[in-house]
């Protein structure tokens, strides 16, 4: 019997990265937001390596942050490293990452939850779903409590008919020996919505002060303070180093000796893992050309002994684990706290999903995170912040938000999972997106900001420093496009210094910066602004005078796709009364139902002969009778 435990507009099962950032999100919007999670001391909590950010994902935090998301406010103030990558190369690929004081990660978040307005936080495993007539209704709890709200956002990440399995044993589990949710799965599968069995894992944590360190190689944080989130002003200067070391010919033979005893080649595990974050075991069959390979030593927090062993993901056996971590430099004598394992789990296929992550089966059910078939906390996030934006969206009667994949990571990322699916956990790549020149590290409040604004998740007071910062980059801009540098002998100094050939004749500052060696820096010492600029605002009129042409190139081809993408097509449209479309991109229109003519061009299996074909139908005005009018 249950009993009526209250009505919401939001409801959020699963406190993890997805499920914080959903209920942030929606109760920013002005949704009456209920989120349910396993265990309220475990809220974000990091089941694997203890860090946020790196190419790709780092790029997504600020996002999230520029769309009014809290991963990137919280891990500025919990981390205790932080480093710019890819600082050689171009602005494109360059990204943040940060180490994470886990404990205090989760305390800090749990801390953001409980004082955000509209949003109620509660302890409770949700056993089913309410739906009917295909609607969401709302949720009940194994202590009989029903919550009611229009729309619910599934989040519960590695939960779902979760198994661990170490060597040979085996049990029902979530992440760090959490429960794991059986039902609500069975009951999507009874709702008709596909599910597939992934497969993650994660590597020991061994005691710091049974390591050597003096047989590794010191990694230390930077100095030059760093932020995600665009509203940071204090910063954390006492970082913490990582370390450096590598296996070697005797922890392979103790591997290759021990195959056998892997679940992952032993037969046990049948899920399907990340390509891109393999088990040690893997990376030995698969490149056993490699004599050595990394092995990354991270602190989880400052005020723990724990460190983790990146890079040794394994489901061997515990003893074959300690054998296999005393051939390793610095790792001799270290002592096992936790030992590594894998964990298989059920996930949604994401082409269930429509664009704004709601399903297709069931009116306001959402899904959210790992899931739906991703890997890392930042892709859960993303979507996230985006399933909760939406949820909101329906639940209050708003215009719903869809990122196209040249405004954000988070774009590309959906638009992936829903229109092409994913046959394994799915990882961000910078060369997933094919406009990330315009998607970058530096330029994500530019691209974001003005939409969390119009949807509410970011301040008014936010918006104007924003605005503000926008102005400044374009009045430098013009400046520097009025200002003449003649070749004198100051000029000249400059020139030569920076690597640069010598003027002949006069030239606008604005030309002499688009030569490759030219730093903002270099015609700031010429002529300087009168105007006290903030280096981000002088990163940007740098990068957008450097890259101008690329950038045109860019938004050319941004125009093009935008044109594909808002050519509709409707919901009802009967594919299989279209003539001339190849049998397989029949089959794949019929099954993801793309929106538009954009991202039908993008599912797998349809080319460009049938994407002619379709948007013939469109513009001959058939479509009415293709949907059987």
Same mark, same amino acid.
């Given at each position: ?27 920013? &919007?002005?949704?009456?937001?209920? =989120? ?15 860090? !946020? ?47 994470? #004081? ?24 949700? +056993? ?27 989040? /519960?990440?590695?939960?779902? &008919? ?9 049990? +029902? ?46 990694? %230390? ?19 913490i180093p990582c370390w450096l070391t590598y296996t070697n010919e005797h922890t392979h033979k103790v591997i290759n000796d021990n195959l056998g005893l892997s679940a992952m080649y032993s037969g046990m595990i049948k899920g399907t893992g990340p390509r891109y974050c393999p088990s040690i075991e893997d990376k030995i069959v698969r490149f056993n050309d490699k004599p050595r390979h ?23 056996? +515990? ?5 296999? =971590?005393? /051939? ?19 996930? !949604?296929? %994401?082409?269930?999903?429509? %664009? ?47 990122? #196209? ?59 104007? &420093? ?16 009025k200002l003449i540098l003649k070749p004198t002998e100051e000029v000249q100094e400059v020139v030569e210094a920076a690597g640069g050939s010598l003027l002949k004749d006069a030239i606008r500052a604005i030309d002499l910066m688009r030569r490759p060696e030219m730093k903002y820096e270099a015609i700031e010492k010429l002529s300087p602004s009168e105007k006290q600029l903030d280096d981000?605002?002088? +990163? ?10 690329? !950038? ?17 097509? %409707? ?16 089959? &794949? ?21 049938d994407v002619s074909i379709l948007l013939v139908y469109i513009e001959q005005g058939k479509i009415a009778k293709v949907s059987g009018e």
């Amino acid at each position: 019997m249950t009993y009526d435990a209250g009505h919401y507009d939001v409801i959020v099962i699963g406190a993890g990265h997805a499920g914080v950032e959903a209920g942030l999100a929606a109760a920013k &919007r002005g949704a009456k937001t209920l =989120m349910l999670t396993l265990n309220l001391d475990l809220v974000a909590f990091m089941p694997c390596n203890p860090s !946020i950010g790196g190419p790709a994902k780092g790029i997504v935090v600020r996002e999230i942050d520029a769309l009014g998301g809290a991963m990137g406010k919280v891990i500025d103030k919990t981390h205790i490293q932080m480093r710019l990558l890819n600082t050689r190369k171009g602005p494109a690929v360059r990204a943040l990452r940060a180490q994470a #004081d886990k404990p205090l990660y989760i305390k800090e978040m749990k801390r953001l939850l409980e004082s955000q307005e509209n949003l109620t936080l509660r302890q409770g495993m949700v +056993e089913k779903l309410l739906v009917e007539d295909d609607q969401v209704k709302g949720v009940v709890t194994e202590t009989k409590a029903a919550y009611y709200a229009p729309t619910v956002i599934v989040t /519960t990440g590695t939960f779902m &008919r979760g198994r661990v399995i170490i060597g040979d044993l085996s049990y +029902e589990s979530g992440p760090n020996n959490q429960r794991t949710s059986v039902s609500l799965s069975e009951q999507l599968e009874e709702l008709g919505i596909e599910m597939v069995r992934f497969k993650t894992g994660t590597p020991m944590r061994v005691n710091s002060r049974t390591i050597d360190y003096s047989k590794t190689e010191i990694q %230390p944080g930077e100095e030059e303070p760093r932020f995600f989130s665009y509203e940071t002003t204090e910063y954390i200067t006492d970082q913490i180093p990582c370390w450096l070391t590598y296996t070697n010919e005797h922890t392979h033979k103790v591997i290759n000796d021990n195959l056998g005893l892997s679940a992952m080649y032993s037969g046990m595990i049948k899920g399907t893992g990340p390509r891109y974050c393999p088990s040690i075991e893997d990376k030995i069959v698969r490149f056993n050309d490699k004599p050595r390979h990394q092995i990354f030593l991270e602190p989880e927090g400052r005020d723990t002994e724990e460190v983790y062993v990146q890079g040794m993901s394994t489901s061997l056996p +515990e003893y074959v684990q300690k054998e296999m =971590m005393e /051939t390793v430099p610095g790792l001799e004598n270290a002592e096992i706290m936790r030992a590594g394992y894998a964990i298989e789990y059920d996930s !949604i296929v %994401p082409t269930n999903l429509w %664009p704004t992550l709601e399903t297709k089966k069931i009116s306001g059910l959402f899904t959210a995170g790992q899931l739906n078939g991703t890997s890392g906390y930042e892709e859960a996030a993303g979507q996230g912040i985006m399933a909760g934006i939406n949820a909101a969206a329906k639940a209050l009667d708003l215009e719903p938000l869809i990122l #196209d994949r040249s405004q954000g990571y988070i774009g590309v990322m959906i638009d992936d999972l829903v229109t092409k699916g994913t046959s394994e956990p799915y990882r961000l790549l910078t060369s997933r997106a094919e406009f990330r020149l315009m998607l970058r590290h530096d330029n994500a409040d530019l691209r974001l900001t003005e939409i969390g604004h119009r949807i509410g998740t970011i301040s008014d007071e936010r918006f104007a &420093r924003f605005e503000e910062k926008k102005r400044l980059i374009e009045e430098e801009k013009e400046r520097l496009n009025k200002l003449i540098l003649k070749p004198t002998e100051e000029v000249q100094e400059v020139v030569e210094a920076a690597g640069g050939s010598l003027l002949k004749d006069a030239i606008r500052a604005i030309d002499l910066m688009r030569r490759p060696e030219m730093k903002y820096e270099a015609i700031e010492k010429l002529s300087p602004s009168e105007k006290q600029l903030d280096d981000d605002v002088k +990163e940007q009129v740098e990068i957008q005078i450097k890259y101008a042409g690329y !950038i045109k190139k860019a938004l050319d081809q941004i125009e093009k796709m935008r044109k594909m993408d808002a050519k509709s097509i %409707p919901e009802d449209i009967d594919y299989g009364q279209i003539n001339g479309l190849a049998t397989e991109a029949r089959e &794949r229109l019929k099954k993801v139902r793309p929106l538009s003519v954009g991202q039908a061009s993008r599912v797998s299996g349809v080319n460009p002969a049938d994407v002619s074909i379709l948007l013939v139908y469109i513009e001959q005005g058939k479509i009415a009778k293709v949907s059987g009018e």
